[in-house]
Antibody
Framework: QVRLVQSGAEVKKPGASVKVSCKTSGYTFTGFYLHWVRQAPGQGLEWMGWIDPNSGGTNYAPKFQDRVTMTLDTSITTGYMELSRLRSDDTAIYYC??????????????WGQGALVTVSS | EIVLTQSPATLSVSPGEIATLSCRASQSVSYLAWYQQKPGQAPRLLIYDTSDRATGIPARFSGSGSGTDFTLTISSLEPEDFAVYYCLQRSNWPPGFTFGPGTRVDIK
């Protein structure tokens, strides 16, 4: 079965960086875009960007363009999202999610359990 | 950038009743999906491409709409349906996604 398992909670200081991992299994890793979505406490969902495991190409939401980097390790079917220059308003749960459609972007059908990132001095 | 507005922000409904949730876009949308999220859980895909139910989603969930106005209808609310619902639009250019702010469905 398809599974996405994320790394654990992190506490970071303002200005630092955080890297969240997303270990996938149960499907052809290179066939489906991997997205990252975040959710601040008590707030809604915010799409951050995607990475195409087939090409390594990325597409970031404009809001995160200069601070986010999405990468892969295809040998272990794992994706990573690194966010730099953290601020207190980056405190959120960060989810990875698989695109439902092979080789395209449509919507997200399988999600990781989320990783809480807390930014505090 | 396309902005999505969802209404109402909160909907109070009794079990067995119908719930109608609205999602409006600031400009025409070519692709829309709906998600359900319960406390402490990741979102779950309910509806994709406006009206197609995702795998395993009960028939009481249905989607409709076009252009800028979309609706999620839950025909007879079950206790497990009380949750927050988000719409999601996909843009072809620039490529990307936007979520609506969500509608909370509470027990009346």
């Amino acid at each position: 079965q398809v599974r996405l398992v994320q790394s654990g909670a992190e506490v970071k200081k303002p200005g630092a960086s955080v890297k969240v991992s997303c270990k996938t299994s149960g499907y052809t890793f290179t066939g489906f875009y991997l997205h990252w979505v975040r959710q601040a406490p008590g707030q809604g969902l915010e799409w951050m960007g995607w990475i195409d495991p087939n090409s390594g190409g990325t597409n970031y939401a404009p809001k995160f363009q200069d601070r986010v980097t999405m990468t892969l390790d295809t040998s272990i079917t794992t994706g990573y999202m690194e966010l730099s220059r953290l601020r207190s308003d980056d405190t959120a749960i960060y989810y990875c999610a698989r695109d439902r459609t092979r080789y395209w972007y449509q919507d997200f059908d399988y999600w990781g359990q989320g990783a809480l990132v807390t930014v505090s001095s | 950038e396309i902005v999505l507005t969802q209404s109402p922000a909160t909907l109070s409904v009794s079990p067995g009743e119908i719930a109608t949730l609205s999602c409006r876009a600031s400009q025409s949308v070519s692709y829309l999906a709906w998600y359900q999220q319960k406390p402490g859980q990741a979102p779950r895909l309910l509806i994709y491409d406006t009206s197609d139910r995702a795998t395993g989603i009960p028939a009481r969930f249905s989607g409709s709409g076009s252009g800028t106005d979309f609706t999620l209808t839950i025909s007879s609310l079950e206790p497990e349906d009380f949750a927050v619902y988000y719409c999601l639009q996909r843009s072809n250019w620039p490529p990307g996604f936007t979520f609506g702010p969500g509608t909370r469905v509470d027990i009346k």
